[in-house]
């Protein structure tokens, strides 16, 4: 089970929410029980583990998550433990947010810095790319100590590497050249 299988899921769940206008609150929602899920792995561990039956695992799942949730992210978690695929969601949170901002006309963009960026320095680069791309910008910021100084940035199946140590390599295979 894999990629194919998370898009599937995510396509039908976005399809529902859409029905329903609620997109951005299941977006939220999964990236919530990701969080929570990440934070407790012993948690992560017990939804996965196949000695759990569905009645246990959807007890646990009722627990934690009931009342925290719309009735469509529990029903989407309910499918998963019913159907001992809940190690599909991050796949399937990941590409319903990808589907959700392709709909709306949102880019993605990773930006790779050596430390992470101050929240002025992050929105002005938001806002700067926002213009270049006519789109609405949403930054997932990553950190990478070996890139020295500047950034990378990856977007739309595109990177722009400004980095210290992409720019020290090309200027060292300059030199080499010009032996």
């Known amino acids: ?3 194919g299988t998370a898009k599937r899921y995510a ?22 029980v990701e969080k929570i899920l990440s934070a407790h792995p012993a948690l992560w561990r017990l939804l996965a583990a196949p000695t759990l039956t569905e009645a246990e695992k959807l007890a646990v799942l009722d627990a934690v998550f ?7 992210s529990m029903r989407i978690l309910r499918l998963l433990a019913r159907k001992s695929r809940v190690q599909l969601l991050p796949g399937i949170s990941a590409a319903f947010a990808k589907q959700v901002y392709r709909r709306h006309g949102i880019l993605t963009v990773q930006a790779v810095t050596p430390q992470a960026l101050p929240p002025k320095a992050a929105d002005a680069l938001r806002a ?15 950190t990478d100590a070996t890139l020295l100084g500047g950034v990378l940035l990856r ?16 200027a060292a295979a300059a030199m080499r050249a010009a032996e």
Not at 128 to 142: F, H, N
């Open 155 to 170: 977007m739309g199946g595109r990177q722009l590497d400004m980095s210290l140590k992409a720019r020290l390599a090309r």
């Open 66 to 72: 009931a009342g925290n949730l719309g009735e469509l």
């Open 1 to 3: 089970m894999g990629g």
């Open 11 to 32: 396509r039908a769940l976005l399809e529902t929410a859409a029905g329903t206008g609620q997109e951005e609150m299941v977006l939220n929602e999964l990236r919530f």
């Open 128 to 142: 700067k790319l926002e213009r270049i791309t006519g789109k609405t910008v949403v930054l997932e910021q990553q």
